[in-house]
T-cell receptor, first 110, second 114 residues
Framework: GDSVTQMEGPVTLSEEAFLTINCTYT??????LFWYVQYPGEGLQLLLK?????DKGSNKGFEATYRKETTSFHLEKGSVQVSDSAVYFC?????????FGKGTRLSVIA | DTGVSQDPRHKITKRGQNVTFRCDPI?????LYWYRQTLGQGPEFLTY????????KSRLLSDRFSAERPKGSFSTLEIQRTEQGDSAMYLC????????????FGPGTRLTVL
């Protein structure tokens, strides 16, 4: 079945550092890909998405590009802030319920 | 903006008791999903409705679990004879039947079984 693998955390960065969280997927066909963010005590919020190969999703300074050749959807941000501290989930959906990775906890320190 | 709402937000119960959770999706969304999230893990799919029809159930949904969406609007998830292993966050998400494929999540119901 479909699966998503993302880098394990926790990840601790200083403010203004560059962030990369790796995500790879296995799926039949070409799923849509998502990054969701979960702040402490809250539900999941959609951060960005891409629905086809070479699409780039972006939001709040975060970006991820749908790479079919490497089956990847890595999340990047050029300069993180303390407020970005949260758990980030990569997910895929090929006209089926979402399949999530295990999540990567990011802590940004001032 | 009325997003997805869930009630209650927290539930503490004793082993063996029954619990019921409610999810109210975004009003024009005809698809509704239930997921379970345990500590340190990503959400795992439980079941999904299109309107009032329950179209898919995960193997995670044991016979102690039942979900309904009687009028195609809100949904309930009931767990009978709760076990400590049922302790988790139960998340509901809804999706428009249109061109978008983005699921919007509620805040979740955190269940603790003592």
């Amino acid at each position: 079945g479909d699966s998503v693998t993302q880098m394990e955390g926790p990840v601790t960065l200083s403010e203004e550092a560059f962030l990369t969280i790796n995500c790879t997927y296995t799926a039949t066909g070409y799923p849509s890909l998502f990054w969701y963010v979960q702040y402490p005590g809250e539900g999941l919020q959609l951060l960005l998405k891409a629905t086809k190969a070479d699409d780039k999703g972006s939001n709040k300074g975060f970006e991820a590009t749908y790479r079919k050749e490497t089956t990847s959807f890595h999340l990047e941000k050029g300069s993180v802030q303390v407020s970005d501290s949260a758990v980030y989930f990569c997910a895929s959906s090929g006209n089926t319920p979402l399949v999530f990775g295990k999540g990567t906890r990011l802590s940004v320190i001032a | 903006d009325t997003g997805v709402s869930q009630d209650p937000r927290h539930k503490i119960t004793k082993r063996g008791q029954n619990v019921t959770f409610r999810c109210d999706p975004i009003s024009e969304h005809n698809r509704l999903y239930w997921y379970r999230q345990t500590l340190g893990q990503g959400p795992e799919f439980l079941t999904y409705f299109q309107n009032e029809a329950q179209l898919e159930k995960s193997r995670l949904l044991s016979d102690r679990f039942s979900a309904e969406r009687p009028k195609g609007s809100f949904s309930t998830l009931e767990i009978q004879r709760t076990e400590q292993g049922d302790s988790a966050m139960y998340l509901c998400a809804s999706l428009s039947g249109g061109s978008t494929d983005t699921q919007y999540f509620g805040p979740g119901t955190r269940l603790t079984v003592l």
